[in-house]
C-alpha cells in the first residue's frame, strides 16, 4: 500500500453518503469501497494537517500490517492540492448504530466474541482506539462480520497508563469509562486498555437492549 498520486477525486465519482461524523463525509465509491473525506477547514490546522488525520492514516496503516482483520481494508489515500485527504477503504453495509436490520441473540452473541477477540489482538499490540461505540463498528449484514472504523483518536503506547490525553477528552461521553470521567473532573491518570474494555462492554449492553427493548439506550 503506498500513498496514492495527488489527485482530485470529483462529485461524480461519489455515490449515496454512507455515514457523516465530525471530520468529514463517508461516501459509496465504487461497488465494494466507500471514500472517507476529510472536510477541508479541519484537515488544515496551523501545523498544515490536523492530527487526527495522520493519526487514523498512521493507524490504519500498522493495523494492515497485522493482518489480522481489525479494520476494513484500505485500498489508497488520496491527497489533493487543496489540502483534501480521503481514505478509499472496504465498504461495509451498516454501523451498528445505523443498523436497521434486528439481530438474534445468536448474533448479539457472535458479534460480541468478535468485539472482544479484536480488541485483545489490538491491546496486545499495544493500540488502543480510543473511541468504541456502536458508530464505530461496521458490520457485514449477511455475514455479521464487524471490524472497528475511525481511527483518528487512537493510540499506539508501550504503557498503557497515560498522563497527557488532551486528544482523549474527545471520547464520546456515554461510552467512556469512570477513569475518563474522573480525569475530566480531578485530572486522575487514565489507563487506555480500561478505557477500550469498558466502551466495548457498554456497545454490547446498547445492543442487548435493542435487542430486548427496540431502544437506544445510550447516545451517539
Ligand atoms: N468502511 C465503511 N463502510 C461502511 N460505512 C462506513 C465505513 N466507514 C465509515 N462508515 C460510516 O460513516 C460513519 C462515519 O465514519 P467515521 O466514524 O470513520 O467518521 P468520523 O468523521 O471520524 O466520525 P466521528 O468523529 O463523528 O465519530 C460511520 O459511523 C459509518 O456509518
Ligand atoms: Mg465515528
Not at 488544515?44 to 476494513?72: M, R, T, W
Request: proline share 2%; glycine share 6%.
Amino acid at each position: 500500500m503506498e500513498l496514492s498520486s495527488i489527485q482530485n477525486i470529483t462529485s461524480s465519482d461519489l455515490g449515496k453518503i454512507m455515514g457523516e461524523g465530525s471530520y468529514g463525509k463517508v461516501y459509496e465509491y465504487e461497488k465494494d469501497k466507500v471514500y472517507k473525506k476529510f472536510g477541508y477547514d479541519l484537515v488544515a490546522d496551523e501545523c498544515g494537517i490536523h492530527k487526527s488525520v495522520i493519526n487514523e492514516i498512521a493507524q490504519l496503516y500498522f493495523i494492515s500490517s497485522l493482518d489480522c482483520d481489525i479494520a476494513p481494508d484500505v485500498y489508497d489515500y488520496h491527497i489533493s492540492l487543496e489540502y483534501q485527504i480521503g481514505i478509499i477503504m472496504e465498504k461495509y453495509d451498516t454501523s451498528l448504530w445505523d443498523m436497521k436490520v434486528r439481530l438474534s441473540a445468536n448474533d448479539i452473541a457472535f458479534i460480541s466474541r468478535q468485539l472482544f477477540t479484536k480488541l485483545y489482538i489490538l491491546l496486545k499490540n499495544g493500540l488502543y482506539h480510543g473511541d468504541i461505540k456502536p458508530a464505530n463498528v461496521v458490520m457485514n449484514k449477511k455475514t455479521k462480520q464487524i471490524r472497528f472504523i475511525d481511527w483518528g483518536l487512537s493510540h499506539v503506547k508501550e504503557s498503557h497508563v497515560i498522563d497527557h490525553i488532551s486528544d482523549f477528552l474527545d471520547y464520546t461521553e456515554m461510552f467512556s469509562d469512570p477513569s475518563t470521567i474522573l480525569y475530566k473532573k480531578i485530572g486522575k491518570k487514565l489507563d487506555y486498555a480500561k478505557c477500550d474494555i469498558w466502551s466495548t462492554g457498554v456497545t454490547i449492553i446498547h445492543l442487548i437492549c435493542r435487542y430486548m427493548h427496540k431502544k437506544y439506550p445510550f447516545e451517539d
